[in-house]
């Protein structure tokens, strides 16, 4: 299971962002699936998985979503 929960992450996200506000999961799946790739293609970090990484920093704010 992947934690922080998709849940989780949309009402942080929503909280952090006056301007969005996420209803689905899909933004943060697109989101968290876009920076994996940018992972994996740079080779960074290979102790932990890309998709682990990428939502650990949608949580933390790290990247941000647009509209």
Known sequence: MLHPSYSDLMT???E???DINLKSRYSVIIAAAKRA???VEN???KDRKAI???VDELYQGKIDIKK
Do not use: G, P, T
Request: charge should be neutral; charged fraction near 25%.
């Open 16 to 18: 952090r962002n006056d």
């Open 12 to 14: 942080v996200i929503n």
């Open 52 to 54: 682990s990484i990428s």
């Open 43 to 45: 080779h960074e970090n």
């Open 37 to 39: 790739r940018q992972l």
